[in-house]
């Protein structure tokens, strides 16, 4: 696992935001660089688990964020939250994005589509 510190400024990752005021979770989140995206909903898939059973506690981001960054020589992630951040809140943003992703992804395949398929299955004519 690569240590926080040794992140260079061009290593792709994603970052998630935390703005914890009023009891309220506000979070934003964007990507820096560019990853494999099957790769990337794998990792986040794998820190959500991560997060939830508790078992492994990542190096801590100096900011209030989480961190996954992606090393394409070594193809692995690693990730870095700050333990300020609630977990549970985390867990469910971190679903918001893989699901922000999913559905980029099925846009972006309809529109992709040269033929309209019926609900039988076959293509519908003019």
């Known amino acids: 696992m690569t240590k926080f510190s040794d992140l260079k400024q061009d290593t792709p990752r994603v970052v998630v935001m935390f703005k914890g005021e009023d009891d309220k979770e506000l979070f934003q989140w964007g990507m820096i660089g560019k990853m494999p995206i099957l790769t990337l909903i794998g990792c ?3 820190v959500q688990e991560e997060l939830s059973a508790s ?3 990542p190096e801590a981001c100096p900011e209030s964020s989480l961190v996954i960054a992606w090393d394409d020589e070594k193809r692995e992630f ?3 939250v700050h333990p300020s951040i609630p977990i549970d809140s985390l867990v469910g943003m971190l679903e918001t994005i893989k699901m922000t992703i999913l559905a980029t992804l099925a846009a972006q395949q309809a529109s992709n589509q040269q033929m309209i398929l019926g609900p039988d299955g076959r293509p519908v004519r003019r």
């Open 78 to 80: 690693s990730w870095f």
């Open 44 to 46: 986040i898939v794998r």
């Open 55 to 57: 078992f492994l506690q």
